[in-house]
């Protein structure tokens, strides 16, 4: 076993950028072919007497409708030796390969295959990002000495895909647009900062990356490899071409920077262990992250730190790869506790966690961490476990039956009572919002008590209970604007001895528009002595809208 750790936000600003483009030219007809012979689908082709095909599988291509036509838009190699060529009509192609087989295109599982694909390759570097919807780039700056160099990693990497019934082709160079251009147009697969220049001259001028108009224009005036524009002079071109030629060729030449979108956020911090032997075991796995988390309390430790989010990166052999996370509702250091719940975690997921043929790698991330308040070891043991019981059942409940089975109600920003509140998964920030007071809207400056009040509930106060959603109800009133002298709700008729009102509410114009009308609360009271809350929606000096009432929530 050997065992890497890293800080990778400090490794990965520690020397000079390098990615390497990985582009998959056949990857939904290899997707059908691993599903239907195996992963070893594409060695055993090749051994068949030395020839591309085979008797017992012919040649494949995907088909999809374009411009209203149904063509070909992928091909295996078999396909391709009888002459076909994407974008190719479907009718023309059965003319010329009668044998060829045609499924039709499935995009949604071409890019799911994709990010399997990505997923694997977080392997070797956390910065992952797709290239389109057949291409992967990896920002592998200051990862290569964990493999022996970038000599060695792109071959493990090649082979392993390869292994995999997979046609790739790989290329490394100091920029996207350079790395992207060798992997897809035959490039040299290594390239040094200082032969940018040279390995870009001798590539078509599609190499980087151009709209089809573009280079068909650039086409007519002899400007076809990407050296040819290298010695235009710059100020016709971007007259006649626009911006985009000279823009791509320096990026692809590092004079302007290009950065690439990651996947996923970089961890804070990584530590991972390289199995010399598959393991299969679940008690295993969790033994291992025990000991990765044991790595990282020093960092955490080092941070002032704990974790709130783990991720245990689990990559199976045959190269599916497992994400399972959990929460702590505090920060977390100690790995026993980490281990436990995983262990709970793990529970839940055994159905769907296949070993397979064994697990090669595992890795431990902190995603998301906090301050940790040392604490000093009280004189009674049950004070000091007081909290910590109550945190290691919450961190129990949340691993085996998720984040959102313990939920708190928490107050949020809205002027509308039935808005003003939702639930939260029970967390430390949970906690804190649900400890804070709510926000009371203040009454209107108009608003007088009304009716026969006697000591009326405190201006401002809030029903215990509120509906789900306020009710419609039929109300009589002595006067349109005032408050209501009885109310029909439910079938049942209630006369109304004494009220207090109005409070105006503002209507949310950001959410319901500007012309949404305002709400007039009022607190009262039946003749059974029951208290309710109602509200009028609308206003009787605005003739383009009928006022109407609500019963929103009860007092006790």
């Not at 490394?172 to 390239?191: D, E, K, M, N």
């Not at 400007?223 to 006649?240: E, N």
């Not at 033994?287 to 199976?316: C, H, I, Q």
């Not at 019981?389 to 998720?402: E, I, M, N, P, W």
Request: a neutral charge; charged letters at 25%.
């Amino acid at each position: 076993m050997t065992a890497a750790f890293t800080p990778l936000l400090t490794q990965h600003q520690a020397s000079e950028q390098r990615i390497l483009s990985l582009w998959l030219p056949r990857l939904s007809t290899d997707r059908i072919a691993r599903r239907r012979w195996g992963l070893s689908w594409r060695s055993d082709r090749h051994a068949f007497k030395g020839s591309s095909a085979h008797p017992e599988r012919p040649p494949l291509a995907c088909v999809g409708r374009v411009a209203n036509a149904m063509r070909l838009t992928a091909l295996d190699e078999s396909a391709e030796a009888f002459g076909l060529s994407v974008g190719q009509g479907l009718a023309e192609a059965k003319a010329i390969c009668v044998a060829l087989e045609v499924i039709e295109a499935d995009p949604a599982a071409d890019r799911a295959f994709l990010e399997a694909i990505a997923d694997w390759c977080d392997r070797y570097t956390p910065l992952v990002a797709l290239d389109g919807e057949d291409g992967l780039f990896l920002d592998i700056t200051g990862c290569t000495h964990l493999f022996g160099g970038e000599e060695r990693l792109l071959a493990d990497l090649t082979h392993r895909l390869t292994g995999f019934g997979l046609a790739v082709s790989v290329a490394v160079a100091a920029t996207p647009g350079l790395a992207r251009a060798c992997s897809r147009f035959g490039g040299p697969g290594r390239v040094a900062p200082e032969d940018s220049e040279r390995a870009l001259a001798p590539l078509p001028i599609a190499a980087l990356r151009l709209a089809p108009e573009i280079l068909a224009n650039l086409a007519r005036v002899g400007l076809k490899r990407a050296g040819d524009l290298m010695a235009a002079a710059r100020a016709p071109i971007t007259r006649r071409f626009g911006p985009t030629p000279m823009r791509r060729l320096d990026q692809a030449l590092g004079r302007e920077g290009e950065p690439i979108s990651p996947r996923r956020l970089l961890p804070l911090l990584s530590a991972e262990r390289r199995l010399a032997e598959p393991i299969v075991s679940e008690e295993h796995v969790l033994d291992l992250a025990a000991r990765l988390a044991a790595g990282l309390k020093t960092a955490l430790e080092a941070r002032g730190e704990g974790g709130r989010l783990f991720e245990l990166l689990v990559f199976r052999v045959d190269g599916r790869v497992f994400r399972i996370e959990v929460g702590a509702s505090a920060p977390l250091r100690d790995p026993a506790r980490i281990r436990a719940l995983f262990t709970e975690r793990l529970a839940v997921l055994a159905d769907e966690l296949d070993a397979g043929f064994g697990y090669e790698l595992l890795r431990l991330n902190v995603l998301i961490s906090e301050t940790f308040q040392e604490q000093q070891a009280g004189l009674s043991e049950e004070a000091e476990m007081a909290g910590e019981h109550l945190t290691r059942f919450l961190d129990k409940v949340s691993a085996r039956l998720g984040d959102k089975a313990l939920r708190l109600p928490v107050a949020l920003a809205s002027h509308w009572p039935d808005r003003a509140s939702g639930f939260q998964p029970l967390s430390e920030e949970a906690r804190l919002k649900a400890s804070a007071p709510a926000p009371v809207p203040t009454a209107s400056p108009s608003a007088a008590p009304l009716a026969k009040s006697v000591e009326p509930p405190a201006r401002g106060a809030r029903p215990l209970r509120l509906l789900a959603r306020p009710e419609q109800v039929e109300v009589m009133s002595s006067v349109p604007d005032g408050p209501p002298a009885s109310f029909r709700w439910r079938r049942v008729q209630r006369r109304i001895t004494r009220a207090e009102g109005p409070e105006r509410l503002a209507p949310e114009w950001w959410i319901d528009g500007e012309e949404a009308p305002p709400r007039d609360y009022f607190r009262i009271e039946d003749t059974a002595g029951q208290r309710f809350w109602l509200f009028r929606q609308g206003l009787y000096e605005r003739r383009t809208v009928t006022p109407t009432w609500f019963l929103q929530g009860f007092f006790s």
